[in-house]
């Protein structure tokens, strides 16, 4: 089982997000869905997530700072996925692979943040309680 944390305020992101979220849930995985930066750094601190998938420009505080937070926090690395509107691949700077490791392209689909989380989940060698859900 592992924990996600979803960070997005736009809203039609938002209810993709919380597709994604009711149908990882029911695969048993924890998933929290949040509409800002602030609440993404809340969340972080509160459980520490193995999975990110957040927007970089959000309300309170960018997702960069949430991104921050949960890269000094100890223990295994977790994935961090980035929702954009630009194309960042291979491009230097904030969105290097130390502090990034994949993106997902918007507006996004349910099933293209299932999938890439089903890969990280894969890479990082977290079970699925319920594959055949």
């Not at 048993?28 to 509409?35: I, M």
């Not at 949960?70 to 295994?76: I, T």
């Amino acid at each position: 089982m592992a924990n996600l944390l979803f960070a997005d305020d736009e809203p039609q992101i938002w209810r993709e997000l919380e597709k994604a979220a009711e149908h990882l849930r029911r695969r048993g995985h924890t998933v929290r869905v949040v509409a800002d930066g602030e609440a993404a750094v809340a969340a972080i601190d509160e459980e520490r997530p193995d999975i990110l998938v957040t927007d970089v420009m959000m309300p309170r505080q960018d997702g960069f700072y949430a991104i921050k937070r949960l890269r000094e926090l100890p223990g295994p690395r977790a994935a961090v996925v980035v929702l954009t509107v630009i194309s960042e691949r291979g491009r230097p700077g904030r969105f290097a692979g130390d502090v990034v490791d994949d993106y997902i392209m918007k507006p996004c689909h349910k099933w293209q943040v299932v999938l890439t989380v089903d890969q990280w989940l894969d890479r990082l060698g977290l079970p699925d309680p319920n594959p055949d859900w």
